[in-house]
């Protein structure tokens, strides 16, 4: 199952933050499989990094619907990390007061109504 939702994350680019306050926000991302973390870019400034150190994240598709929901610790990005993060979005190079950051996994829901079951998959990551 963890294949399935390894290629889930690679396969879309998106998701959706949301604050400990009634406050989210959509970002592109890229997937650090080997980390286990989710980059993104944003400014230090805004509302959902000045507001938390464990974020959680919403990535879904629809038509089947299928999704994750993520709990994570929120790091700024290892120099490998933001390398692989400007490879996939060149232009990113020109956000010059944004940081790179990266969403270390540490609980996934897994929903896909392609596969019938009778309950969501959790993961726990260390």
């Known amino acids: ?21 009634p406050y989210s926000a959509s970002v592109f991302y890229v997937y650090d499989e080997n980390n286990e973390a989710l980059l993104f870019i944003s400014s230090p400034k805004s509302r959902h990094i000045k507001l938390n150190e464990i974020s959680s994240v ?19 990005a290892s120099e490998t990390q933001k390398s692989l993060y400007l490879s996939v979005y060149k232009q990113a190079r020109f956000a010059i007061k944004h940081e790179i950051y990266a969403l270390k996994l540490k609980y996934l829901k897994y929903t896909d109504n392609t596969l019938m079951l009778p309950k969501k998959t959790e993961l726990y990551y260390e």
């Open 1 to 21: 199952m963890k294949y399935k939702i390894n290629e889930f994350l690679k396969s879309n680019n998106v998701c959706i933050i949301s604050t400990n306050e």
């Open 58 to 76: 919403a990535v879904y598709s629809t038509n089947p619907i299928k999704g994750v929901s993520i709990q994570g610790v929120l790091l700024k």
